[in-house]
């Protein structure tokens, strides 16, 4: 290479240095360094789809609105999806005010809307897809006409409205807010000085209410929710709301009030400096909560069982949780083997999750009137008797075993459920009929001819359809002493109809000869078996040793 081509690479390459950087532009042409110059909120995943923080809207020129305009808005949002906006009137708005709410992004990021009810009422929609992200920022442009047209802009992806409404009653817009929809984050840049809308809102300023005041207390005394100090129990009372037990699947449904209370000596305040508030909720509260388990649980039932809830503070350090309808669903399997009057006993196992032993779970019975055994509705064909509350004895402190599983440890509490099989409604159904296929197998040596073979198969029906039915109710895993009376009685109607086929045939073509010994010591052998038969049996011999040729007596 020559040494005149080394010097202009050299000299390119310096030039390239001193140029000052230029900062990335996104594909709407809007520089992170850009948004350095606005004001920002941050809508986090908690907040979900709800409008909390309202912006007045400054109803001056300093919002940039030019001849024929009402009202002209620009801003910036970083999110994957559901940017929603709300144009309103007042700063409480209700869900059935009218209102502007401009969604972009809605639907998963496919397409954008103006509604004017807070999610109802759609009056325009567009299709274009993927207009947020959250790597980039989007630009958004709200401009209000006097003649009531609302359009919405995005600059940099095409010139005409993005949405468009023409409202015959238009509304004053006084307030302005943002959010977003489910789990979904967001940030919002407004104000922004490289674009000339520097003033164009600014957030209302609220005189803090006494309730504002105690939450935020709370909060800060709570120390980032972290678990009280020399907290050794948490103790817990509870209702039964209904219970109910699925055999097949060995499963356990309960439904039940549950109320946990402790003491943090943290959270206690003066009432008098706060307007006389003894008690506080707040869906905002920030304390530390126990996590309590169900250790045999089933199905969706792991994890944390309490999911909807109440706390409440008291100004003495008092904490109150009431879970008003917990349901759990645990297992509990069936080990009594006599169907229909099983008596069997089912377990709640309740612990604290990670406490390592260390806060137990104790039952307060003094709580009224929050008494265990009251108003106790069983939806299934089960009836309950009685409750029992113990508690673990467990040397471990490990919620884990080395392998995995869950294990009870010190401090664990068990509810005890005894339970029994409403067992009058199957010894209608079952036994009754039995009982009936008895008398009427005794009441066949009674009768003659057709009508006796009859009866024996009123009998043969009775018992396969009570077996029939027994299959669909009885547990598959055994077979109940009450199946097997009923296969005793179908094999004795069997036999039974068998017998009557045999005397049916004699008495048509009755034996000319003398029957071989065999036959009678076949027929003396049934005799001593089965006493009900001795009568007839002892005639029909007689008559065939006494006169073979004779015709069989009938009986």
């Not at 520089?31 to 001056?60: E, N």
């Not at 707040?282 to 250790?295: E, G, K, N, T, Y």
């Not at 399997?333 to 099983?342: F, K, Y």
């Not at 036959?519 to 006493?531: E, H, L």
Request: glycine letters at 4%; aromatic letters at 12%.
């Amino acid at each position: 290479m020559t040494t005149p081509t080394k010097w202009l690479i050299s000299s390119l390459l310096c030039l390239a240095l001193t140029q000052r950087p230029v900062a990335a532009k996104s594909r709407y042409n809007i520089s992170f360094a850009q948004l350095d110059t606005c004001d920002s909120i941050d809508i986090d995943t908690s907040s979900g789809y709800a409008y909390k923080d309202f912006f007045m809207v400054h109803t001056l020129d300093n919002n940039n609105i030019k001849a024929n305009e009402r009202l002209h808005l620009k801003f910036y949002v970083l999110t994957s999806m559901d940017a929603h906006i709300l144009l309103s009137v007042t700063s409480h708005p209700r869900h059935t005010d009218r209102v502007y709410e401009i969604v972009i992004g809605a639907g998963g990021n496919t397409f954008s809307a103006i509604r004017t009810s807070m999610g109802l009422r759609r009056v325009s929609t567009n299709q274009d897809s993927q207009l947020l992200s959250i790597y980039e920022p989007t630009p958004i442009e709200v401009v209000q006409t006097k003649d009531g047209d609302l359009s919405v802009y995005i600059p940099g992806f095409k010139t005409e409205p993005l949405l468009h409404f023409l409202d015959a009653s238009a509304l004053n817009i006084n307030y302005i807010s943002f959010s977003t929809f489910g789990t979904n984050s967001a940030r919002w840049f407004y104000d922004c000085a490289f674009d000339g809308y520097t003033n164009e809102m600014e957030q209302e300023q609220r005189k803090q209410s006494v309730a504002d005041e105690l939450l935020s207390m709370l909060i800060f005394q709570a120390q980032n929710s972290s678990l009280p100090t020399n907290l050794t129990e948490i103790k817990f009372n509870f209702q039964m709301r209904s219970l109910a037990y699925d055999q097949s699947s060995a499963l356990l449904h309960t439904r039940m009030q549950l109320v946990l209370h402790w003491s943090d000596p943290r959270l206690s305040w003066k009432p008098e400096s706060y307007g006389q508030m003894k008690s506080f909720v707040h869906p905002r509260l920030q304390i530390w909560l126990p996590q309590i388990i169900a250790l045999n649980a089933a199905l969706d039932a792991f994890g944390d069982v309490l999911r909807n809830f109440e706390v409440r503070v008291y100004s003495n350090g008092n904490i109150t949780v009431m879970a008003s309808n917990l349901e759990l669903r645990t297992w509990c399997v069936d080990t009594a083997r006599n169907w229909p009057n099983e008596r069997i006993n089912c377990d709640i196992e309740l612990g604290i999750e990670e406490n390592g032993g260390r806060i137990a779970l104790t039952y307060d019975q003094e709580q009224r009137p929050l008494t265990p055994n009251e108003h106790v509705n069983t939806p299934s064909g089960w009836t309950f008797v009685e409750i029992d509350v113990a508690h673990v004895d467990n040397s471990t402190a490990m919620r884990y075993t080395s392998e995995g599983s869950i294990q009870t440890i010190s401090g664990d509490v068990t509810i005890g459920f005894t339970i029994q099989r409403n067992s009058v409604f199957y010894r209608h159904v079952f036994v009754m009929p039995l009982i009936a296929c008895q008398i009427f197998v005794v009441l066949s040596f009674l009768l003659r001819g057709y009508r006796r073979g009859a009866l024996i198969l009123i009998v043969l029906l009775l018992t396969a359809w009570g077996l029939m039915y027994l299959t669909r109710h009885a547990s598959p895993n055994y077979v109940p002493p009450l199946m097997s009376a009923y296969q005793h009685i179908m094999c004795i109607s069997v036999y039974c109809y068998l017998l009557h086929i045999a005397i049916m045939w004699l008495e048509r073509y009755p034996p000319r000869d003398k029957p071989a010994n065999f036959i009678v010591a076949m027929i003396n052998w049934t005799r001593d078996s089965y006493w009900v038969f001795d009568f007839p049996m002892q005639r029909s011999i007689a008559i065939f040793r006494n006169n073979p040729g004779a015709n069989f007596p009938r009986f």
